[in-house]
């Protein structure tokens, strides 16, 4: 097991493919600074509406939200990487009754 990496429950969004952490890259793949680095746990600038330490990476987190936002993802505000669709809590914040996505047991059948 990773140094701090903790396993989700199976109803976790992760688990379910309904959630992902990501930042911004160039073309090359180099990540684009953001305030934070995509692990960066105890950073004072992991929430969302954290202020950013610079310019740059206020800019760069404007364009990952508004990116993510127009393809109907919502961010978990309590870290700026994470972004969801279709689970428990992407229902809830854009008020669909049900979510897309959740927990599976056994092949092909839904838990519940």
């Known amino acids: 097991m990773a140094r701090g990496h903790h396993p989700e429950p199976p109803e976790s969004p992760h688990a379910t493919g309904a959630a992902v952490d990501l930042t911004l890259c ?3 793949g180099v990540p684009l600074w953001v305030g934070s680095d ?3 746990v105890w950073s004072p ?3 969302t509406e954290a202020s950013a330490p610079d310019p ?3 800019e760069n987190r404007g364009h990952l939200r508004r990116a993510m936002t127009v ?3 919502i961010n978990y505000p309590v870290v700026w990487r994470h ?3 279709g689970d428990r809590y992407w229902a809830c914040v854009t008020g669909t009754r ?3 996505y959740g927990p599976v047991r ?3 059948r839904r838990s519940g």
């Open 45 to 47: 600038h992991r929430p």
């Open 38 to 40: 995509l692990q960066g």
């Open 98 to 100: 049900f979510a897309c």
């Open 106 to 108: 056994g092949p092909g």
């Open 71 to 73: 393809a109907g993802f």
């Open 26 to 28: 160039t073309a090359e």
């Open 56 to 58: 740059v990476a206020a």
């Open 83 to 85: 972004w969801s669709y």
